[in-house]
C-alpha cells in the first residue's frame, strides 16, 4: 500500500484543508490508537502542540479520536517537539503526538507521531495505520471509552530534563544569550533553562498570539535576533523555529553559524573525549563537503543519508552511533534525546564557550565551506525530466567537470514537482556553470 498522508516528517498540510481538517484527524487517531494498544489496561498517548490557533481544532479532534478507542489522553499544551519525545518515555505512553508544522507559516499545520520509544514512526508503521484508516476502525464500547486530563506542568518536566544535559559543575553566569523563540512552542521553556542556569536572557519570538509563529523570526529569519544580538552586544544568539527542534545559532557579532559547522564542532570535542560513539558523525547528503574533510583530518568517518532527520536518526539507530544532524540545525544526540533538540544543542555549545572561553565566533568556525549552490527547477506533472537523455548527459558532463574537487546532487523534492539541483565545488566560476548547464537541461527537458 503506497502512502497518501504521511510525508518525510508526519502529516502536514493547510489547516482546514484536506489532509489537516478535523475529520481526518479524528480518524487517524483511532487509527494509531487502535494500532498502538498493548495488551493491558490503561492505554496511553501523550499530545503536545506549538502555538499555532488551528492546534486548538486538531488537539480537540485527536482527543475524540484516541478517546473513542479506548486511550486515556494526556494533554500536554504548548511543548517542543523533544519534549513530546520525551514524555512519552517517561510517563510510558503507548503513543505521542505533535501537532505542528514546524518552520512552515501559522496557515500550515501537521501530526508527528512517536512510538512508545520516543522515537518517530517507521515507514512501516505509517503506512499501517494507513491501512487501518482506510478500513475503517470499530470504536471502543461505552464503558471502554479512554478519558482525558491535562498535564499542568510539562512544560517544567522537561525544563528540569534539559537542564541535566548541561555539564553540573558549569554555569552560565556572565554570558548575555539572545533567544529568538519564533512565538512557538519553546516560548516559555527556553527562556526559563538559561536563565536558571544563570544566563543575562534576551528574549524575542517569545509572544505568540496564534498567527505569528515562524513569522520573521526564529531559525529561518534569524535577522531581527542578529540585530538583537549586535545591539545588546550579546555573546550568542539562539534561534530556534516553530516546535524547537532546529537551531541556528548567531556569533557576538550576529553571523550566522549552521547546523554543519555546529555537527562540526559537538563531533570535534566528542571525539576528543571519547564520546562519540563509532568515531562517526551521520549527516544528509546536503552536508557541505568541508565538513566531511574536516572530519577525516582528525579520523572521524561520516554517514549521509537522504535528506530528512528521520532518515539519520534511523541510521543512528541502526548503526548505534549518538550524533547526527542537517545542515538547516537539525541535531540529533541519542544520548539526551530522540529526535533534533535544538535547545540541548545550544547547550552543547553554551558548555564549549564556557569551558574553552572561546567567543562563538571562533568556536563556530570550525572548517572553511565549500562554495555551494542549490537552484530548484519547476516541471510540469507527468515525465520525469531526470530520464531525459539531455539531462543525463548533462549531469555526467558535470561530474566529470568537477572531478574530485566537487560534487553535483541532483534529487527530486517529495512534496513538490521540484528537481533540486546542488553543487559544490572549490572553483566559484567552474560551480556556477555547471550548475547552471545542468538546470538549463532540466528546464528544456520538463
Known sequence: MTRSLFGTDGVRGRANTHPMTAEIAMRLAAAAGRYFRRDHQDHRVVIGKDTRLSGYMIESALQAGFTSTGMNVFLLGPVPTPAVGYLTRSMRADVGVMISASHNPASDNGIKFFGPDGFKLSDEAETEIERLLAKGVSLSQPENIGRAKRIDDSGARYVEYAKTTFPRQLRLDGLRVVIDCANGAAHRVAPAVLWELGAEVIRIGTDPDGFNINDKCGSTHPEAAAQRVRETRADVG?????????????????????????????????????RLAGNTLVATVMSNLGLERHLESIGVAMERTQVGDRYVVEKMRSEGFNLGGEQSGHLVMTDYATTGDGLIAALQVLAAMVETGQKASKLGRVFTPIPQMLSNVRFSKGADPLEAGAVQEAIAAGEKTLGTSGRLLIRKSGTEPLIR????????????????????????AG
Open 421 to 444: 539541483v546542488m553543487g559544490e565545488a572549490e572553483n566559484r566560476a567552474q560551480l556556477k556553470s555547471v550548475v547552471a548547464s545542468v538546470v538549463n537541461a532540466i528546464e528544456k
Open 238 to 274: 539562539i534561534c530556534l523555529d516553530g516546535d524547537a527542534d532546529r537551531l541556528i545559532l548567531l556569533d557576538e557579532k550576529g553571523q550566522v553559524i549552521d547546523g554543519d559547522q555546529l555537527m562540526g564542532l559537538i563531533a570535534t570535542r566528542w571525539a576528543a573525549d571519547g
